[in-house]
């Protein structure tokens, strides 16, 4: 089964421009209507959490910024461990389920936690441990199954389909609210049964696809010996240097609720923005990278959140300069978190694919941690202007200094 394709040139070195039929393949949508239902669960509890946990629990932001990056670096722990365990035991399908269930689990997990700021933390980073086992596998799954050629637009389906679930994530988080009179507990039981088909799905329809590969040669050492060559060494840097002056979602969000004055209803909507404009970009960005190039799209859309960020910051505060930021944190999602998977992909032996691309996904995730960390605590010191200021210009200055060294060769 295939969907929708296009024709594009042949990108093999020394052959002619050819026309070719570019196809996702079924292994691809499968794993993106995983991804689309998880997604529904996970932004059920991302769109009201912050909320929660500032509003409800009194939490200030260097507390919050605490947890975030909790939240956010949970992954940088075990995204090495899971890529290599699914590569040496070749089962990425399986290793892939296990950080899909976990996850799923703690969301049982958050009904139990109640109002303690340290179970919920406990429960996060499990939750976040999850997600960090299944993401390198997964991407691995993508990446094999499809055209090399293509990668970019593979990725752009499967976040795509990924962002849908985003988008209705929110909208079922406020209905539940709605219907159980302002229940938290009740947003958390469903988004853990929405979890559970995820798991299902994953199960009935997604195809395992492991490299043929000598486990011997599958080892921690060969994953991190990878950072020898060259190529990749440069991008898993640079991706940790980009994460590192990077504002997490949760932070652009409580943002523009102060900014704005947004009320508590409908917080929830603010990440609708964002997924909406992720949903239409996704593809046309990835197909974009696969023509011009991976890394300056990738470059493209870090200038975009150092735009929203300084609209966030600005003199001006109008109704339409809150929509112009939301929109450019969805064109920043949709011009890096596949197309940067495209990119790495390549530069991986088929044997290490997931183990190397969760080399990557750890420096991102790491510097992403600390980043939560210093914001959180750059806005306690500073307060909400200059704290925005700074990080916007930390990213411009990080973003022209990866387009001179353009770490990735087209």
């Not at 998880?38 to 947890?67: K, R």
């Not at 991190?224 to 997490?248: H, M, N, P």
């Not at 890394?295 to 300084?310: D, E, M, S, T, Y």
Request: proline share 4%; aromatic share 8%.
């Amino acid at each position: 089964m295939y969907i929708a394709a296009s024709r594009t040139s042949d990108l093999a070195a020394g052959n002619d421009r050819k026309p070719a039929l570019r196809r996702v393949a079924a292994n691809v949508v499968a794993l993106g209507l995983v991804s689309l239902v998880t997604d529904v669960s996970s932004e059920m509890v991302t769109a009201v959490l912050p909320l929660y946990l500032v509003l409800g629990l009194g939490l200030n932001p260097l507390q919050f910024g605490l947890l975030d990056g909790l939240y956010a670096g949970a992954t940088a722990v075990v995204r090495v461990l899971g890529g290599h365990l699914a590569d040496r035991w070749r089962r990425l399908k399986a290793v892939a389920g296990l950080g899909y269930g976990l996850s799923a689990v703690c969301k049982l997990g958050l009904v139990a936690a109640g109002s303690s700021v340290a179970a919920i933390g406990v429960v996060l980073a499990a939750d976040r441990t999850g997600k960090g086992i299944r993401t390198a596998p997964r991407d691995a799954l993508i990446s094999l199954s499809s055209e090399p050629g293509a990668l970019g637009r593979s990725f752009g389906v499967h976040r795509a389909l990924d962002t849908v679930g985003a988008f209705l994530g929110p909208l079922v988080a406020m209905a539940v609210l709605a219907l159980s009179l302002g229940s938290y507990t009740s947003v958390f039981f469903t988004s853990f049964c929405i979890a559970a088909i995820a798991v299902l799905l994953l199960v009935l329809f997604v195809r395992d696809r492991p490299a043929v590969v000598d486990r011997d040669g599958v080892s921690l050492r060969a994953a991190f010996d990878l950072l020898r060559s060259k190529d990749f060494r440069r991008i898993t840097i640079w991706a940790a240097l980009l994460g590192l002056v990077t504002v997490g979602d949760s932070f652009i969000y409580l943002l523009l609720q102060r900014r704005w004055d947004v009320a508590a209803t409908y917080f929830p909507l603010l990440p609708l923005g964002t997924a909406g404009v992720y949903l239409l970009l996704a593809v046309p960005l990835g197909r974009l990278a696969d023509r011009i190039g991976r890394w300056p799209v990738f470059l493209g859309g870090h200038v975009a959140l150092c735009l929203a960020l300084v609209l966030i910051c600005g003199p001006q505060a109008g109704f339409w300069l809150a929509v112009v930021a939301l929109g450019l944190h969805g064109v920043f999602y949709a011009a890096t978190d596949g197309v940067l998977m495209a990119a790495a992909g390549p530069l991986v032996p088929s044997g290490l694919r997931a183990t190397g691309l969760a080399v990557v996904q750890t420096g991102q995730a790491a510097a992403r941690m600390l980043s939560s960390v210093l914001f959180g605590l750059a806005w306690t010191l500073w307060d909400l202007r200059p704290a925005v200021f700074v990080a916007a210009a930390a990213l411009a200055a990080v973003a022209l200094a990866a387009a001179f060294v353009r770490p990735v060769r087209p």
